[in-house]
């Protein structure tokens, strides 16, 4: 018995943001970089503050010359996933990057912060409390998650 593939056009695709959503790279970074000041006797502070003026540019950056709030990194995700932009919903914590999927056309749920950003469609203190709404999402015939 064979099962009928899945269309694209029928899926429902879920875009994360990661830092700030599906992790906190600024407290690991930190720490990386107090490991290293105090190998070399430096003042992790004054070495963390330098690193960040020239840490590399973020990947979202990087697909768009403007960086966030631009929609391009979004709707080149879509792209290279081969649907339209309304098949997506972006999980995002900040401000600007739900500005981008907003720009972009998408669905943008906000999470991981106390207050709403303002556009967000939805908003969820923290991701784990918009897992099962993510999945809903994700699964439902017309990506309608349940309230």
């Known amino acids: ?3 009928e593939p899945r269309r694209p056009g029928r899926m ?19 720490q990386v970089w107090a490991t290293w000041a105090e190998r ?3 003042d992790a502070d004054e070495v963390y503050q330098v690193a960040l003026r020239t840490r590399p540019m973020e ?8 960086g ?6 979004y709707l080149l995700a879509a792209e290279q996933l081969g649907v339209e932009p309304g098949a997506c919903l972006v999980i995002e914590d900040a401000p600007s990057g739900v500005r981008s999927g907003l720009r972009a056309g998408m669905t943008v749920w906000g999470v991981n912060a106390a207050v709403a950003v303002e556009g967000v469609h939805r908003h969820f203190v923290s991701l784990r ?12 015939p ?6």
């Open 1 to 3: 018995m064979t099962s």
């Open 12 to 30: 429902k695709y879920v875009l994360f943001d990661v830092d700030g959503t599906l992790m906190d790279a600024v407290s690991n970074q930190r």
């Open 40 to 42: 070399y006797g430096l």
């Open 59 to 66: 990947t979202f950056a990087q697909v768009a010359e403007d």
């Open 68 to 73: 966030k709030p631009s929609p391009v990194p």
């Open 129 to 140: 409390e918009a897992v099962p709404h993510i999945l809903a999402f994700a699964s439902g």
């Open 142 to 147: 017309h990506g309608n998650a349940a309230a």
